[in-house]
């Protein structure tokens, strides 16, 4: 089984994703670390040609040791340049294999990100998109920083989160829109427990329709 988790920034679909994996004893993903170990080894530059060979450069020579630094990967500035890295559609082909491959094993997988259910797994068995309101989303970010004792701007987070969602949508090579198939669900009310409650019966009853059986 493949499972598809897409959405934007902080609506917590890699929480969503992790609970999916542990409950189906799948791998899992995280698609968006690949593209932060990008922005990361690039580091703060222009725009320009030289931005774009050298995250072109980083993403072909990719590898494991690139994705440890958590600490670095995860935080806002990263976020940001792996949106800047995101647009360019040499990065996105490199990074394509290895998330094909990824999504592709025996054991079946769970993948997240953005393009997950519209490029890079249009196959998957269930797709879900995540939803909430940015408020929520900028609340949750900063909570989930402070807790690593980043000491948190909520107005410049917002903003990062804002500008960061909108290079999503905007990006051309992107795919970063719902998949016609992919379920709808919408966080913002939900606590995590709830939320993967409300994911376990989507996959449930999705597996469940596939197979002909009746999941009512
Ligand atoms: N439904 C929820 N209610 C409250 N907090 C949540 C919820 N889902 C996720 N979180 C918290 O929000 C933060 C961001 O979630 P995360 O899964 O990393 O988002 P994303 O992968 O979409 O960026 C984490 O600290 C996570 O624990
Ligand atoms: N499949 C993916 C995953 C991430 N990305 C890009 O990488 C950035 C960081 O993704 P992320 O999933 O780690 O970010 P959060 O949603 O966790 O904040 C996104 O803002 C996208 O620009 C992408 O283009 N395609």
Known sequence: MIIAVDGPAASGKGTLATGLARHYGLPHLDTGLLYRAVGLAVGEREDGPEFERAAIAAARALDAAHLSDIEALTSAETG??????????????????????????????VLDGRDIGTKIC????VKLFI???SKARMERRAKQLEQRGVLVDRYALYHQIEERDARDMLNPHGGFYKADDAH?????????????????????????????????
């Open 80 to 109: 940001v340049l792996a949106s800047r890295v995101a647009v360019i559609a040499e990065v996105r082909a490199a990074l394509f294999a290895f998330q094909r491959d990824f999504a592709t094993q025996p054991s079946g997988a």
């Open 122 to 125: 249009p196959d998957a068995d």
């Open 131 to 133: 939803q909430a309101d």
């Open 184 to 216: 709808l669900l919408d966080t913002t009310l939900l606590d995590i427990e709830a939320a993967l409650r409300a994911a376990i019966e989507i996959v449930d009853r999705t597996m469940a329709l596939k197979a002909g059986g009746d999941a009512s």
